[in-house]
């Protein structure tokens, strides 16, 4: 498995920026399609973004597409989160993790096996 340490989070009015990285420990953290979550008060996890282990398909929760983008530089073992127009309701914790799904985007729960401890991200209005 892989250890997973979310950083960025913060307070931030709507329609600013916040850039979240998800740094991983381990000499395969390539081998690993990497996604992002939230949870927000009184609500279940829900899936954000993913992307597969060599950067070339990523995808989107429908909220969030042409505001969120999901990159990785495998170099530095390091995903990012780059959160723009931000609204209250992107308010939540946010969590990184890995899956070894290699044959499809995940992007379910089920489909990651190492998570963070996540990232608060709160947007007042």
């Known amino acids: 498995q892989v250890q997973l340490v979310e950083s960025g989070g913060g307070l931030v009015q709507a329609g600013g920026s916040l850039r979240l990285s998800c740094a991983a420990s381990?000499?395969?953290?390539?081998?690993?399609?990497m996604g992002w979550f939230r949870q927000a008060p009184g609500k279940e996890r829900e899936f954000v973004a993913a992307i597969r282990w060599s950067g070339g398909s990523r995808n989107y929760k429908h909220s969030v597409k042409g505001r969120f983008t999901i990159s990785r530089d495998n170099a530095k073992n390091t995903v990012y989160l780059q959160m723009n127009s931000l609204k209250p309701e992107d308010t939540a914790v946010y969590y990184c993790?890995?899956?070894?799904?290699?044959?499809?985007?995940?992007?379910?729960?089920?489909?990651?096996?190492?998570w963070g401890q996540g990232t608060q991200v709160t947007v007042s209005s």
């Open positions: 993790a890995a899956s070894l799904i290699g044959e499809r985007l995940p992007y379910v729960e089920s489909d990651f096996g190492s």
């Open positions: 381990g000499r395969t953290f390539s081998s690993y399609a």
